[in-house]
């Protein structure tokens, strides 16, 4: 069965950091395209960062030059290292995986997705 658990979470002051984990289990994802997206209250799911598995990384707007996306193949997991978070940053955020079919780059829709974690509250204050 697999599975996609986040980890690191938690509240955090404005111009603070966070890093996320996603740990894979029930099968190797080191081929894999990973993909983050965060979903505020009463907004829909957003782009974050995807990464594929030569680690080639994509961002969407609201984290370009703030996140860094990266992956450990050989520990079948993917971080999110956020800096200068802002109080607009509140989301829960989702881990995503990518099944292996033909697709493109930058792979920013949910659809570009087959499997998804449970998702971890990023709370950051003002």
């Known amino acids: 069965q697999v599975q996609l658990v986040?980890?690191?979470?938690?509240l955090v002051q404005a111009g603070g950091s966070?890093?996320?984990s996603?740990?894979?289990?029930?099968?190797?994802?080191?081929?894999?395209v990973m993909g983050w997206f965060r979903q505020a209250s009463g907004k829909e799911r957003e782009f974050v960062a995807s990464i594929s598995w030569l680690s080639?990384?994509?961002?969407?707007?609201?984290?370009?030059g703030r996140f860094t996306i990266s992956r450990d193949?050989?520990?079948?997991?993917?971080?999110?290292?956020?800096?200068?978070?802002?109080?607009?940053?509140t989301a829960v955020y989702y881990?995503?995986?990518?099944g292996l079919r033909t697709g493109?780059?930058?792979?920013s829709f949910s659809d570009d997705?087959?499997?998804?974690?449970?998702?971890?509250?990023?709370?950051?204050?003002s």
């Open 22 to 32: 996603c740990a894979a289990s029930g099968r190797t994802f080191s081929r894999n």
């Open 113 to 125: 997705y087959d499997y998804w974690g449970q998702g971890t509250q990023v709370t950051v204050s």
């Open 73 to 89: 193949n050989a520990k079948n997991t993917v971080a999110l290292q956020m800096n200068s978070l802002k109080p607009e940053d």
């Open 56 to 64: 080639e990384t994509y961002y969407g707007a609201s984290a370009k």
């Open 95 to 98: 881990c995503a995986a990518r």
């Open 104 to 107: 493109r780059v930058p792979f």
């Open 6 to 10: 986040e980890s690191g979470g938690g």
């Open 18 to 20: 966070l890093r996320l």
